[in-house]
């Protein structure tokens, strides 16, 4: 029997997709091998990695003037990449919003003058800080934001106004989960194990322009030019994450698109905020209007009852709902494939507990 998987990531997968995959392992489309077995220099593998890129830009509607690439080495190497990659004057802004947000300012401070210019780390991170173009240096190589901060649970529900200096934004923990404006952005970047497949696969999105910036130190592997002008074929991708991608891509076309999927996000958000705030046991501190609809954390008044919660919930199959290490408690992320049955199943299990522990 499948359980309601709550992980922060990796994360649960669409059931139709992990059928599809599922029944192609052994044998796909007729090739006598898996996708894990083929070579990524064949015909067969470089359909799938052109209709995962063909797919993600009608999804995204990304520009023409943008690049793709599906590359190795997790969002956490696009830290250090990033100021590499991106390296006219030697200097870039970060907004610490998160642990991940604080872990690539600090990365970037390796290679470049990286500056600090707004955090809520003083609040435990529970808002999102308003930037203004005053406080952005105009001589800055880029402006880098988290969209969504998966540990805390807070997202950036405006674009800050960076003028003409780039704005890099790591969607790891939110890519495909709402519509957007790419031509806002120089950069996007993303983690794929939480709304885009296994873990394996880094998504780069990057305008054209920003493509000839990169430091005459990069090494080649980590330049995004080396990737996006070899069709992300430059070495062995990581090709069986890259094709779950594509079936999943598939899946949210079918469905009806962003649009459709992040009406049903914010749907499953509502009817778990709704009882958190109504609720006389469990709490969430974060303020309202910075709230994620991919990462809800949530308390009870005490560490003793929070244990009691998580051992009946994994029993009741509502599962990998401890809160990070960092901040304890409960986190529910209840990403693109999070069903709304499971958000539903959640709310209903901690209505029973509440009245079970008064």
């Known amino acids: 029997m499948r359980v309601y998987n709550f992980s922060a990531g990796p994360s649960t997968l669409p059931l139709e997709v992990l059928e599809k995959v599922q029944k192609k392992l052994i044998n796909y489309e007729n090739s006598g091998m898996s996708v894990m077995e083929m070579s990524h220099r064949s015909k067969e ?12 830009r009608e999804l995204m509607n990304i520009p023409k003037n943008y690049e793709v690439a599906f590359i190795q080495g997790g969002a956490s190497l ?14 870039a802004d970060y907004v610490v919003t998160g642990i991940w947000a604080e872990k ?26 308003k930037i203004t173009k005053s406080m952005i240096r105009s001589d800055a190589d880029y402006l880098h934001i988290c969209q969504n901060n998966t540990i805390v649970g807070t997202r950036f529900n405006y674009i800050p106004e960076a003028g003409n200096v780039p704005i890099v934004n790591d969607l790891s923990s939110c890519i495909l989960s709402e ?69 999943v891509f598939r899946y949210l076309k079918k469905l009806g698109g962003i649009k459709v999927m992040q009406k049903i996000n914010e749907d499953k958000a509502k009817m778990l905020y709704d009882f958190i705030d109504n609720s006389k046991m469990f709490s969430n ?16 008044p005490c560490e003793e009852l929070n244990e009691k919660f ?31 049955e499971g958000v539903k199943a959640l709310v209903d299990f901690m209505k029973k507990f509440e009245k079970e522990n008064k």
């Open 104 to 129: 690539a300012y600090k990365e970037a401070k390796k290679f470049i003058d990286a500056k600090e210019i707004a955090s809520s780390k003083d609040k435990s991170f529970n808002y999102i800080p």
């Open 285 to 300: 501190n974060i303020v309202k209007e910075d709230r994620s609809i991919m990462n809800i954390p949530f308390v009870t």
């Open 78 to 91: 696009q830290f250090e990449a990033l100021p590499l990659n991106i390296n006219k004057n030697g200097k």
């Open 310 to 340: 998580l051992k009946e919930a994994k029993a009741a199959g509502l599962t990998t709902l401890k809160g990070h290490k960092l901040v304890g408690g409960m986190r529910a992320s209840i990403y693109n494939a999070m069903p709304t």
């Open 45 to 56: 593998y470089e359909a799938i990695n052109t209709e995962a890129e063909v797919l993600l």
């Open 179 to 247: 519509e957007m404006d790419v031509s806002k952005y120089g950069v996007l970047y993303a983690g794929a194990q939480k709304n885009i497949g296994p873990a394996g696969m880094t998504l780069i999105i990057v305008r054209n322009d920003l493509l000839d910036s990169t430091h005459a130190n990069c090494p080649t592997i980590l330049k995004w030019k080396t990737h996006t002008e070899a069709k992300s074929l430059y070495h062995t991708p990581p090709s069986f994450p890259t094709y779950v991608a594509m079936e």
